[in-house]
């Protein structure tokens, strides 16, 4: 299992702060901002170069879900940014597909 799965199984704690039946979120363990919650499909993609045709569902489902989960998270006004990270120059450390949602101060950019 990966990581996140653990953590959909409740084997592993996380501050979770919405779930359905096909995408959960819950805060990031070491944020990076005042805001920092980790969205990703229930489905194991491992990332985003791996994603196929029949994705297509619960790809549409998870970016849907963020304006729900911005305003339950109190960012919705000030605005945020969405991170995927994908492979090893880009960041990626669990391979379990995840949408980074950071918020709650200006964000630098270009990102480092
Ligand atoms: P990435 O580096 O894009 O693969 O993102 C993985 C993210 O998972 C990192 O920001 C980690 O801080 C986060 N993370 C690792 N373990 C946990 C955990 N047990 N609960 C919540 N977030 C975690």
Known sequence: MTLFERIIARQIP??????DDQVIAFHDISPKAPIHVLLIPKKVIPRMGEVQPSDVG?????LLTVPLLALKLGVAETG?????????????????????LL????LGWPPG
């Open 103 to 106: 918020g709650g101060r200006p």
């Open 14 to 19: 996380a501050e979770i702060v919405y779930e």
């Open 58 to 62: 619960v790809l549409g489902h998870l």
């Open 80 to 100: 945020y940014r969405l991170v995927i990270n994908n492979g090893s120059d880009g960041g990626e450390t669990v391979p379990h597909l995840h949408c980074h």
